[in-house]
């Protein structure tokens, strides 16, 4: 964010993308005053029905996600230039119409997370409207995800949106890759998907003969550090897939003693590697093996652990066992050392805090994880650490904190209605438990 000398806003720039220079060219951009959102509000204030300022001012309000705002300004490019003739912007190296692009967004938008019912055909209008644009890829790939995470469209339905997508995308592994997904959830039809899974592969699967010669080359220049990185690399990207299918397996409740077996072979592939030592970990458990679990991933594992999001993984899986948490303790407070700041570590070290009766500790770590993120999650974990305080004034407040923000969720007064009852019951039993307790 840069800000002008009186603190009102010049511009932003949302995440860092290497390398440097580029991003060194956006500050220079934004310092010279060239299409910041300060001086193209002050253009669009001179000149309203400028279709260029108010095409830039839109992406300006998307890229810091203040979404309704920027479809505000998508729907004026449209009523301005509903033809398409006024502009275009770049779009992947292509150019492409303002309308279009503006189409684009708010046809999105019918499908977001944000939209209050999703909405596909919009932009079923948008692939039929412009077949040939460089987004309609993107459009595709977003409907897909739509398709496949609304269980709701009939399979039928679904099939026919990807026939569609892999008639317009056949060498592209991912489009073959989303049809599976759905499949998969369908559990029907398998053998389209077993077919759709060996085009995949032949697309997309790298020769591991090309490692191995790539390894070789390397290993000629006397560069036998990188030989073993590249060997590594093919190794672990294996072990990988084969901890992957053990996952399937045991989820599937199938073949669960050959799944084990698999997950082992993965693990002597790449036995210094955390991440796959912790799934194999997790399936030991998973299968009734809780003393291999131990064996492989437990304190003697730990102490090797540096990195803060492994020691956190292993934190988290031995907390969710509500298994050796002395160790899992220790490696928390570790990764908290090195990482005070993410949320993850500290919702797993107030955890464990919780779990062995260390409520005042339990209670910082929640304290501060609830003032980076003040969500309904953390502040259930504050209420369930003053209830075994039997704290129960500090209780109250943080369920009429709750309230709040849920009211703050809903929009009908039915919706209002029905959350004030529940959470008022809530406070209701807290002052009951509170007067008990005198």
């Known amino acids: 964010m840069v ?85 275009t912007t770049d779009y992947s190296g292509e150019k492409v119409l303002y309308t279009q692009y503006a189409e684009f967004a708010i046809a999105s938008a ?112 006397g560069d036998s550090g990188k030989a073993k990185e590249i060997i590594n690399r093919l190794t672990y990207s294996y072990s990988f897939k084969l901890v992957n299918y053990a996952n399937f397996c045991i989820q599937q409740k199938t073949d669960i003693d050959n799944a084990v077996a698999i997950a082992e072979q993965a693990l002597r592939n790449a036995p210094e590697n955390a991440r796959i030592t912790q799934i194999v970990a997790d399936i030991y458990i998973k299968t009734g093996r809780s003393d291999k679990a131990l064996a492989i991933y437990g304190p003697a594992f730990a102490m090797k652990l540096t990195d803060a999001v492994e020691l956190n993984y292993y934190a988290s899986l031995w907390n969710r066992q509500n298994q050796n948490l002395e160790s899992a303790l220790e490696a928390a407070k570790k990764a908290n050392e090195q990482a005070p700041n993410s949320l993850f570590g500290l919702e797993v070290l107030a955890s464990i805090y919780e779990k062995q009766k260390n409520y005042d500790e339990a209670l910082k770590v929640a304290k501060k994880a609830n003032e980076r993120a003040p969500t309904l999650y953390h502040l259930g974990v504050l209420r369930s650490i003053y209830e075994k305080q039997e704290n129960y004034d500090e209780a109250i407040k943080v369920v009429e904190k709750a309230r709040e923000l849920s009211l703050a969720r809903v929009t009908s007064e039915a919706q209002k209605k029905e959350v004030e009852e529940n959470y008022n019951k809530q406070i209701d039993q807290l002052k009951k438990m509170a007067q008990k307790k005198k």
């Open 3 to 87: 800000l002008d000398a009186d603190g009102s806003e010049v511009d932003w720039i949302v995440g860092y993308r290497p390398p440097p220079e580029k991003f060194h060219e956006k500050i220079e951009r934004i310092l010279s005053g060239v299409d910041t959102f300060k001086s193209l509000s002050i253009s669009n204030s001179k000149n309203p029905k400028d279709v260029a300022t108010i095409f830039k001012l839109a992406r300006k309000y998307a890229d810091r996600g203040a979404y309704d705002k920027a479809l505000e300004k998508f729907k004026e490019v449209i009523v301005l230039d509903p033809e398409g003739k006024l502009g």
């Open 110 to 221: 019918a499908i977001s997370f944000e939209a209050m019912k999703q909405d596909p055909e919009p932009l079923r209008a948008f692939v039929k409207k412009y077949p040939t644009s460089a987004i309609v890829k993107v459009a595709y790939s977003r409907l897909s995800s739509n398709y496949y995470q609304d269980s709701a469209i009939p399979k039928e339905i679904a099939t026919q949106f990807y026939e569609e997508y892999y008639r317009r995308f056949p060498l592209d592994p991912s489009v073959l890759s989303d049809w599976m997904d759905r499949i998969l959830l369908d559990k029907d039809p398998v053998a389209r998907g077993i077919e759709l899974a060996e085009n995949a592969i032949e697309l997309a699967e790298p020769d591991p003969s090309l490692f191995l010669k790539l390894a070789r080359l390397y290993k000629l220049t």
